[in-house]
């Protein structure tokens, strides 16, 4: 019997505070941006969930939705919930995203999922300051125990948990293969950060 493929998952939990308003619902060159996350995720995932704690905000997506199973946890709680679905339906984990993300590349996703066997987490690194990308990763449901004891520390550090599993680092200079991680990484945090990420879209466009 064949093991189902992993989740596409798109952490949508937070509120969104400094955007003031949903960001995910923002548009980019007229699209909003959770479209484009889940357009992505369509392209290399065949079923893809959502995590939000709104679902009537998102249910135009059409897709499956879960709250945070453990509510203020962030965006680990996020993740949680999707490992604890994936779980359930015998899935080896979730490619988790997040909702605030327009330029994602599918071929990076691909490449991601193409590196699962043996690890329990899958990132690409970054130029941020964590040095990796947690929230364009994938994660295997053997990360459940060691993110529900991160919880039980009173910890909800997204990478506090990396030391206790088997984590798989995408190198720098394979990711920049699919674009500037600057880009490819964008959330979009802010009004300002939106216009940038509008500037971005009209330069492809018109490149």
């Excluded at 680990?76 to 605030?100: F, H, K, Q």
Aim: charged residues 25%; aromatic residues 8%; glycine residues 12%.
């Amino acid at each position: 019997m064949t093991t189902p493929a992993s989740f596409g998952a798109i952490l949508a939990g937070g509120q969104s505070r400094r955007y003031g308003a949903p960001k995910a619902l923002a548009t980019i060159g007229g699209v909003p941006i959770v479209e484009r996350v889940r357009k992505a995720l369509a392209a290399v995932c065949t079923d893809d969930i959502l995590i939000a704690n709104d679902e009537a905000l998102y249910a135009g997506l059409g897709l499956p939705t879960r709250p945070d199973a453990r509510q203020g946890f962030g965006v680990l709680g996020g993740i949680l919930t999707a490992l604890y679905w994936a779980r359930e339906e015998g899935r080896p984990g979730a490619l988790a995203v997040a909702c605030d993300m327009p330029f994602l590349s599918p071929d990076l996703l691909r490449r991601l999922l193409e590196l699962t066997d043996g690890a329990d987490v899958v990132a690409p690194e970054s130029e941020g300051r964590r040095g990796v990308e947690p929230l364009c990763a994938w994660y295997g449901v053997g990360c459940i125990p060691a993110i529900e004891a991160e919880f039980e520390r009173g910890e909800r550090h997204i990478v506090g948990f990396f030391d206790d599993v088997r984590v798989r680092r995408l190198p720098l200079d394979e990711v920049h293969a699919f674009g500037d991680p600057d880009i490819l990484f964008l959330n979009v945090n802010t009004p300002e950060d939106r216009d940038w990420a509008e500037r971005i879209a009209a330069e492809a466009t018109d490149g």
